[in-house]
């Protein structure tokens, strides 16, 4: 009769040599590590789907019949756009950056908070694999709820793609900025309330004042060049440039903008990971 653990040995010593083996100096990657803990981000999101995509969708048509029925017909057109058309790019950008910041958040935070940090940081993956997953699903996040958006708006205006590049490259950009910060907060919090700091004093007044609601050309020339400090506003302003063809800022300074942050935030958070930074205390 076969000894049951020389029989459990050699399945650990099987499962030990069968695992994904990593050597980034050589190019060679946790391919499955990588894909798995992507998956896991998207399925935790995915199965609360009436919280994390139709709550935000609904909140923003909300947001759309506000301002629309309230300031639509005094505001009037905007360069020559009716207002409701002006309005839904930015909308649907707002909620792409918030999503994807959310999600990349709460991840970290209740990783942390419950204990099982160490289960995600123990798999061989590198600091580059483990950013690159959690933005991965935090995008994923934001750029489902910004289609959601999109066809949840369609019946009230008509959005007709001018720039189809323009609309794939901010929205992705954006949400890959927004994740990236996400997992930058995830790390650096150690509990919600300094979590909703963040959210509270930096994403939502960097998004409520970056033309989502307006255009800049209207502000005094001092707020308008503040204005162009503001990632966000170059998110929203490539977005809409590329749903109804006009622009507030120049649209190839936005691309090098949203580019810039987002190697810089990549470059960062890869160090605080590999570091160790809170994660391993």
């Not at 909703?196 to 502000?219: K, Q, W």
Request: charged residues 10%; aromatic residues 10%; proline residues 5%.
């Amino acid at each position: 009769m076969q000894n049951p653990r020389r029989k459990t040995k050699a399945n650990i010593n099987t499962m030990l040599e069968n695992r994904p083996q990593t050597d980034p100096a050589i190019g060679k990657r946790n391919w499955i590590g990588l894909k798995t803990l992507y998956l896991r981000e998207t399925k935790r999101f995915l199965k609360v789907y009436i919280q994390t995509v139709i709550a935000p969708v609904v909140s923003t048509l909300i947001f759309l019949a506000i301002f629309t029925l309230a300031i639509g017909r005094l505001r009037g057109n905007i360069n020559g756009i009716p207002f409701i058309q002006f309005l839904a790019p930015g909308l649907i950008m707002m909620a792409i950056l918030q999503n994807a910041f959310a999600n990349a958040t709460s991840s970290l935070m209740g990783a942390k908070m419950q204990g099982n940090i160490v289960d995600t940081l123990m798999p061989p993956l590198t600091s580059l694999e483990l950013v690159f997953a959690y933005a991965s699903g935090g995008a994923t996040r934001g750029l489902t709820v910004g289609i959601a958006v999109t066809v949840a708006m369609t019946p009230f205006t008509s959005l007709m793609p001018a720039n189809i590049f323009l609309i794939l490259f901010h929205s992705i950009a954006a949400s890959y900025m927004m994740a990236v910060l996400g997992v930058i907060s995830g790390i650096w919090a150690d509990k919600n309330e300094q979590v909703a700091v963040i959210t509270g004093f930096i994403v939502t007044p960097l998004s409520f004042l970056s033309g989502t609601f307006y255009s800049i050309e209207r502000l005094p020339e001092f707020l308008q060049t503040l204005t162009m400090f503001n990632p966000f506003f170059y998110a929203i302003d490539g977005l809409r440039a590329g749903f109804i063809g006009h622009s507030d800022g120049p649209i190839f300074q936005g691309i090098l903008v949203m580019g810039g942050v987002n190697i810089t935030l990549w470059i960062f958070c890869h160090r605080l990971i590999a570091s160790g930074y809170k994660l391993k205390e």
